[in-house]
């Protein structure tokens, strides 16, 4: 059974950056399509930035193409989530999440993921 544990989250000022970690056990990560996703207060969980197993194709919602970016240490099994340039509106709760099955193709959508983490906060605000 694959585990995953988000980390990183805070409160950063506008324009700022943050780190994000998703450390996974159980499981390895490599081969398995990987997805960032975040919600905000009142808002349905959304897709921000999600890999293929093939790892030849990402996908980024328009909102953060640009500033965020994805990363992975295959020795700690984790995958990293690189946000610069941070609004107001990346305020959210984040969560990683990974599928089973093996992918060509990026994909954020949300019923195709198999585990999820239990999400870490980020809080922008000056």
């Known amino acids: 059974q694959l585990q995953l544990v988000e980390s990183g989250g805070g409160l950063v000022q506008p324009g700022g950056s943050l780190r994000l970690s998703c450390a996974a056990s159980?499981?390895?990560?490599?081969?398995?399509?990987i997805g960032w996703f975040r919600q905000a207060p009142g808002k349905e969980r959304e897709g921000v930035l999600c890999?293929?197993?093939?790892?030849?194709?990402?996908y980024y919602a328009d909102s953060v193409k640009g500033r965020f970016t994805i990363s992975r240490d295959n020795a700690k099994n984790t995958v990293y989530l690189q946000m610069d340039s941070l609004k107001p509106e990346d305020t959210a709760v984040y969560y990683c999440?990974?599928?089973?099955?093996?992918?060509?193709?990026?994909?954020?959508?949300?019923?195709?993921?198999?585990?999820w983490g239990k999400g870490t906060l980020v809080t922008v605000s000056s």
């Open positions: 999440a990974v599928r089973r099955t093996y992918t060509y193709t990026a994909s954020c959508d949300r019923s195709g993921m198999d585990y």
């Open positions: 159980g499981l390895s990560l490599d081969g398995r399509a």
């Open positions: 890999i293929s197993s093939s790892r030849s194709s990402t």
